[in-house]
């Protein structure tokens, strides 16, 4: 079993910035990719950043050149580097580790962006 832990997340104004880390730990052998996703009530979970073991990280249009994503392979850790947030950036965000064809979700955690 791996488990994934974010960091808390917070509240922040409109324009500032925020880092989001997400560990995985436990029956870990070799992770793929790493990723958050995000989520508000009544609206699906959607994809925010994505970093692969090899090759380039995606980002969803709306957070592209605000936010980059980045990992430590050997912590097994995942970072989320937001600046320039956005009140529509408001939402709980997830952790998602990928190893071996199996995807483990970390518990999400709350950002606020608010004046």
């Known amino acids: 079993q791996v488990q994934v832990v974010e960091s808390r997340g917070g509240l922040v104004q409109p324009g500032g910035s925020l880092r989001l880390s997400c560990a995985a730990s436990?029956?870990?052998?070799?992770?793929?990719?790493m990723g958050w996703y995000r989520q508000v009530p009544g609206e699906q979970r959607e994809l925010v950043a994505l970093?692969?073991?090899?090759?380039?990280?995606n980002y969803a249009e709306s957070v592209k050149g605000r936010f980059t994503i980045s990992r430590d392979n050997a912590k097994n850790t995942v970072y989320l580097q937001m600046n320039s947030l956005k009140p529509e950036d408001t939402a709980v965000y997830y952790c998602?580790?990928?190893?071996?064809?199996?995807?483990?979700w970390g518990q999400g955690t709350q950002v606020t962006v608010s004046s």
């Open positions: 436990g029956n870990i052998s070799r992770i793929n990719t």
């Open positions: 970093s692969p073991f090899i090759g380039s990280s």
């Open positions: 998602k580790v990928s190893q071996r064809g199996i995807s483990y």
